[in-house]
């Protein structure tokens, strides 16, 4: 498809040391490696408003069409929400890509057995276990999350993840639609900083939760993130796509200047590419997935 951003995504190389990152607002991410494409939580049609009506309705149209992102590798899903794991996007990027594997968490299933996923098209991780995706160098570590609370059950698993990627060199946090809980931050202790890492930070209220809206990090919460990982870079995430669930970016810009004065943080506009570069080594390989 001859689109700009696709133009961009597919003429941009990747240096060594070095990951390229696309927004694609909400929790949406393209990464680009060495030897893969993938992609994380895109939401690129107007699905959750279809579904719940327009409070749900978009706020800015999507960078790029659905159909265009041919060539995904991975198509990696946090949870089973709509405005990360939308099926009209999903549907389109399948058929655009042959290829492509879905990971995700178990509690997915009924979702990719309406994509009519194979056995073979899709994946659970196991969680705390660094897996090689196959046919790249990426290492991928999928982490708990909770959205509320933590949610896990013998058959599906963890409900909420994250997903560490470590990949030329580089280490990215995505951290889903998550709040801190008991153990977050030890669970740290045992993994690598990251190099950037991906927040939700559109806040939480009463007002919002009475209406089935469950929401993520405080902006005081974020900051404190990166007292207790040492980031060095944070994305703000999950505070654009829907006006009736975001906060002013003012109190975001606040809390940094509170509790992380020092720490280079950003807004990724909606198409906007950014390069990150390595400030430590990957670490160890693990089995292949």
């Keep these: 498809m001859n689109h700009p951003l696709v133009q961009q995504i597919a003429n941009t190389a990747v240096p060594p040391d070095t990951l390229v990152l696309w927004g694609l607002g909400q929790m949406g991410l393209i990464v680009k490696g060495p030897d893969g494409l993938i992609v994380i939580d895109p939401c690129l049609t107007d699905y959750v408003a279809e579904l719940h009506g327009d409070f749900w309705r978009r706020a800015f149209e999507p960078p790029l069409p659905p159909k265009a992102l041919a060539g995904i590798d991975y ?26 594997h879905f990971v995700a968490p178990g509690w997915c299933a009924p979702l990719c057995a309406q ?40 058959q599906r698993g963890h409900r909420w993840l994250g997903y560490l990627l470590q990949w030329n060199g580089v280490t990215l946090y995505h951290a889903g639609d998550t709040v801190f809980f008991e153990g977050y931050f030890d669970m740290w202790q045992a993994l690598p900083a990251p190099d950037v890492a991906m927040l939700p930070v559109n806040g939480r209220d009463w007002f919002r939760t009475r209406k089935g809206i469950i929401g993520n990090l405080l902006p005081d919460e974020a900051a404190l993130f990166c007292r207790e990982v040492p980031a060095g870079l944070l994305l703000i995430g999950h505070n654009d796509l829907y006006p009736n669930n975001t906060i002013p970016w003012a109190h975001v810009a606040a809390s940094m200047e509170r509790h992380a004065p020092r720490q280079p943080w950003k807004y990724l506009q909606p198409g906007e590419m950014l390069m990150v570069t390595a400030r430590q080594s990957a670490g160890n390989g693990g089995a292949d997935l």
């Design 115 to 154: 994509l009519e996923l194979t056995e073979q098209e899709w994946s659970v991780p196991p969680v705390l276990q660094p897996m090689m995706l196959s046919g790249t160098s990426c290492l991928l570590t999928a982490l708990p999350a909770a959205h509320y609370l933590p949610e896990k059950d013998a």
């Design 75 to 100: 198509y990696l899903v946090t949870h089973e929400h709509e405005d990360h794991f939308d099926l009209r996007t999903a549907a389109a990027v399948r058929q655009a890509s042959s290829e492509v």
